[in-house]
């Protein structure tokens, strides 16, 4: 393991979600120019990459996740003078960009579609996957569609099905077409040529799907989805290949990365697809997913560092555009308290830590109060049972102005009613503030070689309250302890004098005490 600073194991990850992070162009949809004009924030903030989500040319079926140009940038985000600015402006403050490439479907409304539904003879016929209805008319098989129905959508003109796991909007591509995947690798050349350091591959484990089109096995489950062993539609051998002539390209650039969101996946199917020829990372989901209890956040740390090959390096994350925000899942209304230990957990423990834009000042999803409010489709289609994903996607709240000073005009998503008190320009006031606190600890971590790539070793007293453990690199020994609960607790400190990273005192008293929901960082003196 290199002593060289790599901004992607090393380092903070923040996701953006590019709608809803600031509008420049005062049209209620943040865009390219909006991001630039926030570098200076993100600088300070302390992070050293942005992950974008998708900025390609899209219907928004499903908000840029249905791309029908994989070499432009979207018109309401801006140009490609603009994405080159990006960059430049990016990497002068040592930030570097990670693009959302969704590969494993395009949109309907994708040129190579378009010519693949005309004819059987079409060149483009066979980039997606088209099958004959059965003898009675029914689609060719029982795989579901994870946006809800079959899987499967007739085309009376071509008397075929075609397949999509999302919305019937979203066709999958056929990967086991040579030409498609050409295409794509070259996808990949042309961004890192214009400069990108890395990507993120949308649901990369479904790319291949069973070859004979076999049923799914049937399982429990509540949702039609959820009554199917994905065994057949997801995780196909043929993946591990490709990910090598992934990785082959990604290696002639210098330190460039690639996360992969598995889809259906545990933890230890996750963590294969990481390593040398295969990805730098993988999500996993297993520890966002955790209720608030230290011991459960600490088991599914261990399983994944266990899991993990010697040549993968972890990475975390609690938040994301497809799931209900840390600071709704974990905190009692507007009490932070929660949500900075969660923080300092994301920023302390082993791994990259993936932060998502907003959770540095605690946004809280937005309610959503009625189905004709909903703006992501499959809000609509589950409704009251699942209200979508609009809740975690409102704009970024930067002041107590109209809008929290992310448009002029009324945003494409409402914004949260607490902007005026929760935003970025009063929390840097507040020496209080989580967004204070999640500086501070982003500096002590930058300080601190042992926090970003130390050995993690579990030190816990308290399982039931407490999450406490060590990082140790060389010489230098940290302990970090958080208080899970709202108790005032004590934690024995092992021998030795310890500093705390907060304010440089040193403990003089081996038993420490520890307040609710207090973080303590300490160094062991030398
Ligand atoms: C996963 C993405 O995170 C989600 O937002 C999207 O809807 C699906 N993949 C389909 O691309």
Known sequence: MTDEFLWWRDGI????????F?????????????????LD???????????????FPSPDVDFGYDVANYKDIDPKFGTMADFSQLIEEAKRRKIHIILDLVLNHTSDQHPWFLESNKSKDNPYYDWYLWQDPKPNGDPPNNWQAIFGGSAWEYDPDLGQYYYHMFYKEQPDLNWRNPDIRQEMLDVFRFWLDKGVDGFRLDVFNA????????DNPPKFGIRAFDRQEHIHDVS??????LLKDIRDILDQYDQTYVVGETFLADTERTANYCGNDKLHAAFNFKFAENR???KRFLTSLTEWYQSLSVNAWPNNFLSNHDMTRTASRYCFGEDDRRAKVAAAMLLTVKGTPFMYYGEEIGMRDIPIRKKSDIKDPIGKTFWP???GRDGCRSPMQWNDEENAGFSIIEPWLPVHSNFNERNVESQTADPDSILNFVKNIIRIRKNEPALQRGDFNPAITDPGHLLAFTRTLGADKIIVILNFSSRELTYQLPDGDWVSLFDNQTTENKLLKINPYQVHILKLKD
Request: hydrophobic fraction near 40%.
């Open 13 to 20: 990850i923040y996701q953006i979600y590019p709608r809803s």
């Open 22 to 38: 600031m509008d420049a162009n005062d049209d209620g949809i943040g865009d390219l120019k909006g991001i630039i004009s926030r």
């Open 41 to 55: 924030y993100l600088e300070n903030l302390g992070i050293d990459a942005i992950w974008l989500s998708p900025i």
């Open 207 to 214: 790319y291949f799907k069973d070859p004979e089109f076999k």
């Open 236 to 241: 196909q051998p043929e993946m591990m290949p």
């Open 292 to 294: 608030w209890h230290p």
């Open 385 to 387: 049972l699942f209200k």
